[in-house]
């Protein structure tokens, strides 16, 4: 059998080409899947993770307490460390560019450790040498030998520093707003209070070292020591407690990464076992044939399985293959974009192996399903036509209750999983719900293709025969939507899940982050200025705000603060987070304050409003214009606050933070806001939504050439047929209407049925993901859809082409002669 299996692949390798393409491209879909969460992670690493991406350990603070000189050094010294960075880090000012500039600055690290890129010039040297990052070198117009006077709260109050080099800047968005400034212990002693410890520490170890006892004892080293409650994690856990914390405590990326891994095994299955099976139905006569000659079954199953290897392997080859090259061309191109320069291509070892295994595997299961049924039979039985599965006989009513169970389970476990937020049970209900409706579709989908026919019959007699053919092989026409029922329900799917994740991201960080830019003035003609921000190009509102109250009480967790009116109007105008309204009657106060009622002393007396307290530190307390009498608080700076067009980005954020101090004669420290932490943290999420497209594409592609194989299977299959459609007048247009025709007609309902599906998918998908973190709304992109819609219909269209061509090439006489 082994020379049969040889004849079949070596003989009819189209049909095998055609099947490889469909595994190679669902292996691909899986692998790259797989790099997506690789390379999410390194991304993620590069950007959040950037300041300790060359440490094996890195220690903080449970309660957020520096760590003392005592604990420093008892870490370091412990026998496992090779090399250890203990950060310093305070907040300065200096003058440059015409202004009043703020800066983060932190002290040196060992050549090992350092995660600064140098641009041009050197590290620092001497003692007062610094060096500082390139953006706001080239904002301030600052060269390796500027100096810069730096100030802060140390004993010395301030340090005269000579910059000794540029460096890259940084794509942490925890960072990313202030000026980057590294220099010596000698600066950090002059500006720093003494004794502010250090805000952690960063460890490689020694070769050989094991990591986890690495971490248990140098935690209970540097508690020994007096550090209250440290925590020892790897670079890579860092990031994903970073992540955890800012998505409620859960580590929402690893499940979403997880549950598309999950979607590409599922979608691969159902792709590779339909496409085979579809191949090994229409050998049922010829297996059966050699059942006849002598071949045993075992036989029979052998020589399907030797065929299946060698296409699963060699199509999962080329499809690993495939996979690195889309991945390296998406993040290649991310790279070329200046807020995205982070991103990064990680290749695991599980993204190869696993592709090709599951490929291979794939293909065998899919190939010995049909293989088995075929050989459960006597030959002669075999040979005959097989009955369809109907609700008129077993087999139909078998798989009817089958099909309706797993679909009702799938659908409750669904909207379960999506109601507790629980993703696994979600994404398992999803699976099982959508088998349900496979195993139903041969009962459905014909009859809808039937009704549909009807927009064909202005057609004529090739519109009828269109119609017909769907309901009078409900398997054959079951099996060529069902390729793209897949692939559209998949691609719908994505797409919702994409468009309401998207809506969730911007809604939590438009919660957070309410305002984009924000300052304090007191100086003349403000009302004019305030006029001319909202003209600048970038700029959306400009709002004044003015003071009327003072919290008489420890209400915010800096016990007390000015309170400041805003017209309901304008705060719509100005406030990122449309659900913040201001209503009368209440006070609105920064997270962490205290509930309840809030006291305000105005020029008016003393007014009690019930506070509403905010998800989000980065605002002051206000009220809305009516709910406090009386006029605007003598000697208090009134307040701007600037909305940004969506499409500003990074480096455009500095630009107009100096255009909007420049025109309020402030001082650019003090254009605080939260625009640039927002743009760093969209182009985050771009990243990841630039892979998903990627993944859409491929699903794309994987339900094209389902449609393509099955439809030219099919139309191989009716040789015979369209033949004696021919001998009796039927002309060779009409023959390749009625085969475009047909194809539409499927292709049309099964990207109806996809995309309604689909969309639900999508939104529940989100709700399970998300609905811990955000308020989920679902966001259909509908567009998107349309376009989806229409691709499918032409890929029908299109995929009919070529077996319409060689049916009307076939000769009546020659097509009735074939076998």
């Known amino acids: 059998m082994l020379r049969v299996a040889w004849s079949q692949l070596t003989t009819h390798y189209r049909r095998f080409v055609a099947i490889g393409l469909a595994v190679m491209l669902s292996v691909m879909f899986l692998s790259a899947t797989l790099m997506v ?4 992670n390194a991304s993620l690493g590069a950007s959040i993770g950037e300041a300790y991406r060359h440490a094996d350990l890195v220690a903080t603070s449970r309660n957020g307490e520096p760590f003392s000189q ?93 910059i000794s080099g540029l460096v890259q800047s940084t794509n942490d968005p925890f960072s990313a ?46 508690e020994a020591a007096g550090a209250d409650t440290p925590v020892l994690e790897t670079a890579q856990e860092k990031v994903t407690s ?7 405590g859960q580590d929402q990326l690893t499940i979403v990464l997880l549950a598309f891994a999950g979607v590409a095994v599922l979608v691969s299955t159902l792709v590779v076992a339909n496409t085979f099976s579809v191949l090994i139905a229409q050998r049922t006569r010829e297996l059966a044939l050699l059942r006849c000659l002598g071949a045993g079954r075992s036989q029979i199953r052998a020589s399907v399985m030797v065929e299946a290897l060698v296409v699963g392997l060699a199509a999962s080859a080329l499809g690993v293959v495939a996979a690195i090259g889309l991945m390296s061309g998406l993040v290649a191109w991310a790279r070329t974009q200046p807020e995205q320069s982070f991103a990064t291509l990680a290749v695991p070892p599980s993204a190869i192996i696993a592709g090709l295994l599951a490929g291979t595997l794939l293909t065998v299961v899919a190939a010995l399903v049909p293989a088995k049924a075929a050989t459960a039979v006597a030959p002669l039985a075999a040979l005959r036509p097989a009955d369809e599965a109907t609700v008129k006989n077993r087999r139909g009513k078998v798989r009817l209750a089958l099909g309706v169970a797993a679909l009702l389970g ?21 699976a099982v719900s959508f088998v349900g409706i496979l195993l139903c579709s041969t009962l459905f989908i014909p009859t809808v293709v039937a009704w549909a026919g009807r927009l064909a019959a202005p057609a004529g007699v090739p ?48 919660e957070t982050y309410p305002i984009d830019l924000a300052t304090q003035t007191d100086g003349p003609g403000v009302t004019d ?35 400041y009116a805003i017209d309901g109007t304008e705060a719509s105008s100005v406030l990122r987070d449309a659900k913040l309204q201001p209503a009368a009657g209440m006070v609105y106060l920064p997270e962490d304050s205290t509930p309840g009622k809030a006291n305000i002393t105005t020029t008016a007396g003393t007014t009690s409003l019930d506070a509403k307290v905010l998800r989000t530190r980065h605002v002051p307390p206000f009220v809305e214009k009516s709910a406090i009498p009386g006029g605007a608080l003598a000697g208090a700076p009134s307040m701007v606050w600037v909305k940004l067009d969506d499409s500003v980005s990074g480096e455009q954020v500095q630009a107009l933070q100096k255009e909007v101090a420049s025109i309020l004669g402030v001082p650019e420290r003090t254009v605080s806001g939260s625009a640039i932490e927002r743009a760093t943290f969209n182009s985050i999420i771009d990243v990841l939504l630039l892979v998903v497209t990627g993944l859409l594409g491929i699903a794309v592609v994987i339900a094209l050439i389902g449609v393509a194989n099955t439809l030219s299977l099919s139309v191989m299959e009716r040789t015979r047929e369209n033949s004696l459609l021919r001998a009796l007048g039927l002309t060779t247009g009409q023959l390749r209407g009625m085969l475009a025709i047909e194809a539409v007609l499927v292709a049309g309902v099964a990207a109806l049925l996809g995309s309604g599906m689909g969309i639900v998918y999508g939104w529940l998908g989100a709700q399970a993901t998300l609905g811990g973190m955000a308020d989920v709304v679902p966001s259909v992109p509908w567009l998107q859809l349309a376009a989806v819609f229409g691709v499918a219909v032409v890929a029908g269209l299109l995929a009919s082409v070529l077996p319409a061509r060689r049916a009307a090439r076939l000769s009546p006489v020659e097509g009735l002669a074939t076998a």
């Not at 301030?140 to 100030?151: A, F, Q, V």
């Open 410 to 430: 799938g659908t409750a476990l669904l909207v379960f999983g999506s109601v507790k937020v629980s993703l696994p049970v979600a994404l398992l209900g999803g």
């Open 529 to 563: 200025a305030v006029s001319r921000l909202a003209s600048l190009d970038g700029v959306s509102a400009a709002v004044l705000l003015q003071p009327v109250g003072r919290l008489a009480d420890s209400a915010t967790p800096d016990g007390g603060g000015t309170v």
């Open 37 to 40: 969460g690789a390379s999410t």
């Open 242 to 248: 970073t992540v955890a914390m800012l998505s409620a």
């Open 70 to 162: 005592a604990a420093v050094d008892a870490a370091a010294s412990s026998p496992a460390v090779e090399e250890s960075y203990p950060e310093r880090s305070t907040y300065v000012t200096f003058a440059a560019g015409g202004g009043e500039q703020h800066g983060r600055l932190r002290n040196t690290a060992p050549a090992a450790l350092e995660s600064a890129v140098l641009s041009s010039g050197s590290m620092p040297a001497n003692p007062y040498d610094a060096v500082i990052d390139i953006k706001t070198a080239k904002h301030l117009g600052l060269t390796p030998g500027s100096t810069l006077e730096l100030h802060g709260g140390g004993p010395v109050k301030n340090a005269k520093v000579t």
């Open 463 to 510: 519109g009828m025969l269109a119609a017909v053919n769907a309901t009078r092989n409900p398997a054959r026409t079951s099996a060529t939507a069902a390729a793209l029922l897949i692939g559209v329900t998949l691609v719908s799917l994505m797409m919702t899940g994409a468009s309401t994740a998207r809506q969730a991201f911007n809604s939590t960080l438009s």
């Open 177 to 222: 707003s202030a000026a980057q400034i590294i220099a010596g212990t000698a600066v950090l002693n002059a500006v720093q209070d003494s004794g502010a410890g250090y805000s952690g520490m960063q460890f490689t170890l020694k070769p050989g070292e094991d990591t986890a006892a690495a971490k248990d004892y140098i935690a209970r080293r540097m």
